[in-house]
C-alpha cells in the first residue's frame, strides 16, 4: 500500500525503511518548496499558522504522486493542529483527490505509531515488536548523524563537508532493509564523520527552543542550523526523538528523568499546559539556562499563540537568569537575509561576552577522563572533602596561632619580670 507523508526533517529517513518490511511503501512528499507554500497560503484562511499551510502543500504534492493512504498530522485540539487537519481533508476532496486519509496526533507520537501499524498493516505480535525494534535503532542513528553535523560543523576546515557527508549517510539509511545491516553498517555510517578535518577551538554553544516543525524543518526555518553552523556555533537541538521515546517511557514507569526534569523547571514559569510546545519550550529554556550554554534562541511560527505566550515567558526568564536569547518568527515573507543580519549580530553579542567572562578551571589530570555519572560524584566528593579539608585548615591555624599567642605572652611577661 503506498501511502503519502508529509515533510518534516528527516522522519521519512527512519519510517520508510522501517515500515518497508511491512508493505506499507511511504512515500515522502518532495522537498518543501515556494510552490508548496502557495498551495497552502491560496487554499487555506490566512490565520492558520504557517506550517499548517505548508503541510497541506505538502499533502498536494504527495496526493499528486498518486498515493492511496495519507498520514496528516492533527492534534488534541488546543492549537489549531487541532482542527486544521479535518478542515484540510475536506479541501482536498474538493480539490478531487480520492484517498483514505490517517490522521497522527503528533504531541503522542509512540502510541499514535503503534496505531498505525495496526490499522494499515496488521502485523503479528513478533513483526511488531522487529519493526518497533529495527524503528528505535533507525531513529537513534538518524539521531546520531544529525548530532555529528551539527558538533562539527562549526569546526570543519573545509566549508560542506560535513553537509555532504549527511547527505550521503541519510540516503544509505534509507536503503537499509533490517537490523542486522543497520547493526553491521552503523559504524561504517558514523566513521567518516570522525575523520572530517577539523579546526582546535571551543565553539559559541546555542540552544534551539520552540515549535517542533519549525526546528525541524529547514525550508521553512531558512537552512537556520546551517547558517549558524557556519558562523562558527554549535546548534544544541532540545528535541531529538531518540531521546523523546526514552524520557517518556521513564517518566510514565518511574516518575523521573528528562520530561519530570522539565516539567520541574518549568512550572515556575508556566504551571500549565496552554497548547502546542509552549510548556516544552520553557522547560527546555529553563534547564538550557542552568547548562553551559552561551545563548538560546526561541523559534516560532508568526501567529503561533502557544510560542507568542512562550515568548513572554522567556523574556521574564532572561531578566531573571540572564540568558542572552534571540527570537526568531517566520511567516510566509521570512528572507534569508533578514535572518543572516540577525544571527550575525548575536553571535557578535555573544563572543563578545564570552569574551568578558572569566574562564573557569580547566579540570586537572584525572577529572578530563573520568566520564558521567562518576566524574559527578567524584566532583561532589571533592566538593565535600575540600570543605572538610577547609575546616579542619581553620581550626588548625586558629589553634596555632592561639598556642603562639599564649607563648609570645609569656615570654614578654617573663621578659618584664626579669627587667
Ligand atoms: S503549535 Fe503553533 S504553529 Fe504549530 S500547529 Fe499549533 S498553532 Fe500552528
Known amino acids: 500500500m503506498r501511502v503519502g507523508f508529509p515533510r518534516l526533517g528527516s522522519f521519512h529517513v527512519f519510517l520508510k525503511p522501517a515500515f518497508r518490511p511491512l508493505g506499507i511503501d511511504l512515500c515522502e512528499a518532495p522537498p518543501s518548496s515556494r510552490r508548496t507554500l502557495d498551495l497552502g497560503v491560496k487554499k487555506n484562511p490566512e490565520t492558520i499558522c504557517t506550517p499548517c499551510k505548508l503541510l497541506f502543500g505538502n499533502y498536494v504534492e504527495v496526493l499528486e504522486q498518486g498515493v492511496e493512504s495519507l498520514v496528516m498530522f492533527g492534534g488534541p485540539g488546543t492549537c489549531r493542529l487541532g482542527y486544521s487537519a479535518r478542515l484540510q481533508e475536506s479541501y482536498l476532496h474538493q480539490m478531487g483527490f480520492e484517498f483514505a486519509p490517517y490522521t497522527v496526533d503528533l504531541y503522542h507520537l509512540p502510541a499514535e505509531t503503534l496505531r498505525f501499524l495496526r490499522t494499515l498493516a496488521q502485523p503479528t505480535l513478533a513483526e511488531l515488536v522487529e519493526t518497533l525494534r529495527f524503528l528505535l535503532a533507525l531513529i537513534e542513528l538518524v539521531d546520531d548523524i544529525e548530532r555529528a553535523t551539527l558538533r562539527i560543523r562549526p569546526l570543519e576546515r573545509q566549508t560542506g563537508t560535513v553537509d555532504r557527508l549527511r547527505e550521503k549517510a541519510l540516503a544509505e539509511v534509507l536503503a537499509l532493509p533490517d537490523r542486522g545491516k543497520l547493526n553491521e553498517s552503523r559504524d561504517e555510517?558514523?566513521?567518516?564523520?570522525?575523520?572530517?578535518?577539523?579546526?582546535?577551538?571551543?565553539?559559541?554553544?546555542?540552544?534551539?527552543?520552540?515549535?517542533?516543525?519549525?526546528?525541524?524543518?529547514?525550508?521553512?526555518?531558512?537552512?537556520?542550523?546551517?547558517?549558524?553552523?557556519?558562523?562558527?556555533?554549535?546548534?544544541?537541538r532540545s528535541f531529538w526523538l531518540s531521546e523523546m521515546s526514552r524520557n517518556m517511557l521513564q517518566a510514565a514507569l518511574l516518575h523521573r528523568g528528562h520530561t519530570i526534569e522539565r516539567l520541574k523547571a518549568g512550572?515556575?514559569?508556566?504551571?500549565?499546559?496552554?497548547?502546542?510546545?509552549?510548556?516544552?519550550?520553557?522547560?527546555?529554556?529553563?534547564?538550557?539556562?542552568?547548562?553551559?550554554?552561551?545563548?538560546?534562541?526561541?523559534?516560532?511560527?508568526?501567529?503561533?499563540?502557544?510560542?507568542?505566550?512562550?515568548?513572554?515567558?522567556?523574556?521574564?526568564?532572561?531578566?531573571?537568569?540572564?540568558?542572552?536569547?534571540?527570537?526568531?518568527?517566520?511567516?510566509?515573507?521570512s528572507g534569508r537575509a533578514g535572518l543572516l543580519t540577525r544571527l550575525e549580530a548575536f553571535v557578535d553579542i555573544l563572543e563578545r561576552r564570552r569574551e568578558r567572562r572569566p574562564a573557569p578551571d580547566p579540570p586537572t589530570g584525572w577529572r578530563t577522563w573520568v566520564s558521567f555519572p562518576l566524574s559527578g560524584v567524584i566532583q561532589d566528593l571533592e566538593g565535600k572533602l575540600s570543605e572538610v579539608a577547609t575546616t579542619v585548615l581553620k581550626d588548625f591555624t586558629t589553634r596555632e596561632s592561639g598556642q603562639a599567642t599564649t607563648s609570645r605572652n609569656r615570654s614578654d611577661i617573663q621578659a618584664e619580670k626579669d627587667q
Request: aromatic share 8%; net charge negative; with cysteine.
Open 189 to 236: 555510517l558514523l566513521r567518516p564523520f570522525q575523520q572530517v578535518p577539523c579546526r582546535e577551538q571551543d565553539p559559541l554553544r546555542i540552544a534551539l527552543v520552540g515549535d517542533l516543525y519549525t526546528m525541524l524543518e529547514p525550508f521553512f526555518n531558512l537552512g537556520l542550523e546551517q547558517a549558524l553552523g557556519r558562523l562558527g556555533v554549535h546548534v544544541k
Open 267 to 333: 512550572t515556575p514559569y508556566l504551571a500549565r499546559n496552554i497548547g502546542g510546545f509552549a510548556q516544552s519550550t520553557v522547560g527546555e529554556a529553563a534547564l538550557f539556562a542552568e547548562g553551559d550554554v552561551d545563548g538560546l534562541i526561541h523559534l516560532a511560527p508568526f501567529n503561533c499563540t502557544p510560542e507568542v505566550m512562550a515568548h513572554n515567558v522567556l523574556l521574564s526568564m532572561q531578566r531573571e537568569r540572564g540568558i542572552p536569547f534571540l527570537s526568531l518568527s517566520f511567516d510566509e515573507q
